[in-house]
C-alpha cells in the first residue's frame, strides 16, 4: 500500500499541498540549536523535503517507491535519495540530529517504527512526525462530502486528530514530547478537489468502478457550492528528543 502513490507521482507533486513555514521555525525552537542532519522517511516527491531545505543542513530522503524517488531526485537534486523503505534503510552509526516524517508514520511498521527511529537519532536528536488533515471550513460542505464517500464505501473512518503523539508518547522512549498545530484555508475548485481525492489512498485502494463512482458522488454534491469550496487544512506536528 506505500507504494500505491507512485501510480500518480506526477499528480500527487503537482495537487498535495506543502507544509507551512511556521513548522520549521517550530523545529528549530524545539531544537534550539542547528540541525547538522536530517533525514526525511517517506518523503515521497518531497513536498515536506521542499520545507525542510530551509533549515540549511544536508537531507537524505528514504523513500520506498522507485516512482516517487524518481521524481524526487529530478526535483530536488541538492538532497540525497535512497529508494528503500525505512525498515531497510541503515542509517549512520554516529545517528542523524532531525528524523522527519510527514504524512507516511501510519505507513511504517507500528511495531517498530519508534523504536527504528529512536535508535537513528544522535542523543539530543529530535524526531518530527506531522501531516496534513483536509477538512472544510464549511460544515455543509463537509457534510456533503461524506455522504458521498459513504456511498461508495461506509467504512471509511479517519484517524484521530492526536493520533501520531499517542503513538509516540505511548512508546516510552522519547522525551519532551510536545505538539503543534496551524491552519490554512486554500480555495479548491471543484476539479481541483477530484484530483487532490484521486492522491489519498482510502480513494486509490479501491477497484476502478468504485473510484469513478466516488468521482461521479463528490461531483454531484459539490455542484451546488458555486464550483469552489474552502479548504481547512490544519497541519499537526508532534516533536519528540531522543534525550
Excluded at 498535495?16 to 531544537?31: F, I, K, S
Excluded at 531497510?88 to 542523524?96: D, F, K, Y
Excluded at 518530527?128 to 455522504?147: K, P, Q
Aim: with cysteine; glycine share 6%; charged share 25%.
Amino acid at each position: 500500500m506505500s507504494r500505491i502513490f507512485g501510480e500518480v507521482a506526477a499528480l500527487y507533486d503537482e495537487i498535495r499541498p506543502g507544509y507551512p513555514a511556521e513548522l520549521v521555525t517550530a523545529l528549530r525552537e524545539y531544537r534550539g540549536r542547528e540541525f547538522a542532519s536530517v533525514v526525511d522517511i517517506g518523503a515521497g516527491t518531497g513536498k515536506a523535503t521542499a520545507a525542510l531545505l530551509a533549515l540549511a543542513a544536508p537531507i537524505t530522503c528514504v523513500e520506498p517507491d522507485p516512482r516517487m524517488a524518481a521524481l524526487l531526485e529530478v526535483k530536488l537534486p541538492q538532497v540525497v535519495v535512497v529508494n528503500a523503505a525505512f525498515e531497510e534503510w541503515t542509517p549512520p552509526a554516529a545517528g542523524v540530529d532531525l528524523i522527519a516524517c510527514a504524512t507516511a508514520w501510519h505507513w511504517m511498521d507500528p511495531a517498530s517504527r519508534n523504536r527504528r527511529a529512536f535508535d537513528a537519532l544522535a542523543p539530543g536528536g529530535v524526531l518530527a512526525v506531522f501531516h496534513n488533515r483536509f477538512e472544510y471550513a464549511d460544515a455543509a460542505v463537509s457534510e456533503a462530502i461524506d455522504a458521498a464517500l459513504q456511498a461508495v464505501d461506509p467504512t471509511v473512518e479517519d484517524r484521530a486528530v492526536h493520533w501520531s503523539l499517542t503513538d509516540v508518547s505511548d512508546s516510552g522512549l522519547f522525551a519532551d514530547i510536545e505538539e503543534r498545530e496551524w491552519h490554512r484555508f486554500p480555495v479548491l475548485t471543484t476539479q481541483q478537489y477530484l484530483q487532490l481525492m484521486q492522491t489519498f489512498s482510502p480513494f486509490r485502494r479501491h477497484s476502478e468502478r468504485d473510484q469513478r463512482a466516488a468521482l461521479a458522488g463528490l461531483t454531484e454534491a459539490l455542484a451546488r457550492f458555486g464550483g469552489a469550496i474552502t479548504m481547512d487544512i490544519r497541519t499537526v506536528l508532534t516533536l519528540a528528543r531522543r534525550s
